[in-house]
């Protein structure tokens, strides 16, 4: 069965940094796209940004280019959301999730963990 958990959130400070974690079991990991996704109280589910496999090739949305950034451990199954110069509208329910290479469609997701930016 494959799990996903995250950790890493909290309350922080407009300016702060946070580093969120995804661990994963029950997969072959390194066969896996992994995306975090971030929903906001009222808002439609945003793609946060995602790597590939390999961890070469990355993809960030405009809202967090430059401030957060995505890596992974295939040795350890985890991957890794640093986030800096955090913003309020950054506050959110942030989930990691996967999907095969082949597909675009990502499939099971964790628990998600909770950032909260104070302004």
């Known amino acids: 069965q494959v799990q996903l958990v995250e950790s890493g959130g909290g309350l922080v400070q407009a300016g702060g940094s946070l580093r969120l974690s995804c661990a994963a079991s029950?997969?072959?990991?390194?066969?896996?796209?992994i995306g975090w996704f971030r929903q906001a109280p009222g808002k439609e589910r945003e793609l946060v940004a995602s790597?590939?496999?390999?961890?070469?090739?990355?993809y960030y949305a405009n809202s967090v280019k430059g401030r957060f950034t995505i890596s992974r451990e295939n040795a350890k199954n985890t991957v890794s959301l640093q986030m800096n110069s955090l913003r309020p509208d950054d506050t959110a329910v942030y989930h990691c999730?996967?999907?095969?290479?082949?597909?675009?469609?990502?499939?099971?997701w964790g628990q998600g963990t909770q950032v909260t930016v104070s302004s």
């Open positions: 029950g997969l072959t990991f390194s066969s896996y796209y």
């Open positions: 790597i590939n496999s390999s961890g070469i090739r990355t």
């Open positions: 999730t996967i999907r095969p290479a082949s597909s675009p469609n990502y499939h099971t």
